[in-house]
């Protein structure tokens, strides 16, 4: 049961107070009943055991922290939401299919003796749903590339672990198992350089199915990517071309397909269309859309063009120097946002309408500081226009009602 | 239009490269005019040739294996065709300057930013290295670098990104030139310090009354500081027009399409209205309107006949070039 803390996941993350995610995930539906192991739910708050245990009482006096509430929306402009009837919203049964929990990854630290690493993901703790999308935003070199790696498995992090369906994806040095790895496919920014040049899109697309052995016979793997160009856009006749003779929305479409193949539950799009152009980004935002309706994979969609995420996503996570900064439903992420950091990003994004030129906005001093050496505290208050004492010291906990969390000592008011 | 004193009047510019075994026509016949103190933004995708038109304007494809050809270039009066290269080269810096994309490669790498802020003043007013140097602060400080009599020293791989975007800006308008020409100055930095950015160039504008040529992809950055757009496709200006009448009321097809592709961050719709196909490579066949095989507008007439840039009916500010130009104006716009 939940209740019952696992103690070798303890054991391996002392700090993340971690109940046993076997257990938890497995069983989805008694957490409502066992407030213990609902406390622990909101995964990001195990990354500061400090804070919350200044703070016992806040989350269990939430009766379901992660749910997905079709509750308050953005009540600014009561517009239609983005892929409605994808499912997640309504069923608050769906299980978690991946969690991320209390991630850190720091690189080259120590290559010349000096331990001065680059912080790229910090504590970071989230969970997807089946059917959902999760968008996460972010400057570059927050972290968010490095968080859809790990996410993966391309990358193991220095502490914390991903799970995915409560299973742990990597233990020690170990590789990820192919059973896990086949379910948690990735489509990568640059459709130029993450196709071999030299495969043909048949061969490009039926590795996996090579790899993990799902296809019986060269008839079968030929029919098999026929199938899945067809269900990314692409005539089923242009297997044979090699990725040079295609648009790089075309190629875009190709490695979607790719990352299809396994027939996976969830998908990590790391900047999915920063390289297109914009006439194409629409083309293969609604293919990415269409595909998650219609095959129903969970999707964590990860970009800097805070209108696209907002477009495709159900929830929303803002990242900011290696932290979560905000989580949250995207209506609410975006309508009425919570962390500084996540008002200034949206205000100081360019809107495409001359008549909102002169808006009230919000213009943040200098850049982010260096991953290598971030503030103590909270990492944006060097930027921040709220910034007290309290900000430096402790990192703030990511909490809030219902779930819409900021990590924030001075949230914005009004949610 | 009939512009006195223009910043910059361009007729009829023509790029071809000709390097490869075929030739690529990739601006086929831009005209650009942009007023003392306007900013002008080219909007365009990848390979529509409006970085191009920049460097051509700029005098910079002069080189081996490139044809350029212009019916008029002037600057700020000054009839550009009709001078030597020296004297055009003199020219760049100090009547007109660019600002690149990307401030790590524009910038040397083993000169300070002072030495490399400086020689501007060297080269065009014959400065001592010391006024040189005091002039070089002043303009660090202009743009906004803190500290800017200590990190004039500093070289380029210790500035963050935008800070060096920050010193380009300064070298491009340290002799203050008639004609800013700024090539996607922000599409490397963040959102936040983007911002910063397009604020700068159009304070900078105002206090110098500089003209702006504003190179963008981004509909919300043209948005945001242009007063007219000119929209590229295919190596030529399809439509221009006043910036709030564009959004408004688009009249070229592509306009069109481009306003209905891009999510709004206020008003999202359930699903974007993506334009089909891709854009053409620089090497198309030229017959027929190039934006004719993803329109939804097109006709026989389209595929037939090229569409000239002609006035828009009944504002005189305005050229489009589509054969449907009533039909686009007309469309009820949500």
Known sequence: ?415 | MTVGEAALEVRDLQVTFTGSKRRTHAVRGVDLVIRPGETLALLGESGSGKSVTARAVMGLLDQPDTEVTMGTAKLGGRDLLAMSAKERRLLRGSAMSLVFQDALSALNPVLSVGDQIGELFRVHQGLSRRQARARSVELLELVGIPAPAARVRDYPHQFSGGMRQRILIAMAVALEPGLLIADEPTTALDVTVQAQILRLIDRLRRELGTAVLLITHDLGVAAEVADRVAVMYAGRIVETSPVDDLYDRPAHPYTEALLAAIPDLDRPAAELRAIPGAPPGPGAADTGCAFAPRCPRATAVCERTRPELVAVPGSPARTAACHHLQEVLDAVRT
């Open chain 1, 1 to 415: 049961m939940p209740s019952v803390p696992d103690p070798e996941a303890r054991a391996e993350n002392p700090g993340s107070r971690a109940a046993n995610p076997e257990a938890r995930a497995e069983n989805p539906g008694s957490r409502a009943a066992n407030p213990e192991a609902r406390a622990e739910n909101p995964g990001s708050r195990a990354a500061n055991p400090e804070a919350r245990a200044e703070n016992p009482g806040s989350p269990a006096a939430n009766p379901e922290p992660r749910a997905e509430r079709p509750g308050p929306r953005a009540p600014k402009t009561g517009s239609t939401q983005p892929a409605e009837g994808a499912g997640p919203r309504a069923g608050k049964a769906e299980p978690v299919v991946l969690r991320a929990e209390n991630l850190h990854k720091t690189y080259g630290s120590g290559i010349f003796g000096r331990g001065g690493g680059v912080h790229a993901v910090d504590g970071v703790s989230l969970e997807l749903r089946a059917g959902e999308t999760l968008g996460i935003v972010g400057e570059s070199g927050c972290g968010k590339s490095t968080l859809a790696r790990m996410l993966v498995g391309l990358e193991r992090p220095d502490s914390g672990e991903v799970t995915f369906h409560g299973r742990p994806f990597a233990r020690g040095r170990r590789a990820p198992a192919p059973a896990v790895r086949r379910r948690v496919q990735m489509v990568f920014q640059d459709p130029m350089t993450s196709l071999n040049p030299r495969m043909t899109v048949l061969d490009i697309v039926a590795e996996p199915l090579d790899v993990h052995r799902l296809a019986a016979g060269r008839a079968q793997r030929r029919d098999r990517v026929g199938e899945l160009l067809d269900l990314v856009g692409l005539a089923p006749e242009l297997m044979h071309r090699f990725p040079h003779e295609f648009s790089g929305g075309q190629r875009q479409r190709i490695g979607i397909a790719r990352a299809l193949a396994t027939d996976p539950e969830v998908i990590v799009c790391d900047e999915p269309v920063s390289a297109l152009d914009m006439s194409v980004q629409a083309q293969v935002v609604n293919l990415l859309a269409g595909l998650q309706r219609r095959l129903g994979v969970a999707l964590v969609f990860i970009a800097h063009d805070l209108a696209v995420v907002r477009h495709v996503s159900h929830r929303v996570g803002v990242m900011y120097l290696g932290r979560l900064a905000e989580l949250g439903p995207a209506a609410e992420v975006y309508g009425s946002p919570a962390h500084p950091y996540t008002k200034a990003l949206l205000s100081a994004a360019p809107v495409p309408r001359p008549q909102a030129r002169d808006r009230t906005r919000i213009i943040l001093a200098g850049d982010p500081p260096s991953p290598v050496d971030p503030p103590s505290g909270c990492r944006f208050r060097t930027r921040c226009w709220k910034a007290a004492d309290v900000c430096a010291g402790h990192a703030p906990p990511l909490e809030g009602a219902a779930a819409h969390l900021a990590a924030c000592y001075f949230p914005e008011a009004g949610r």
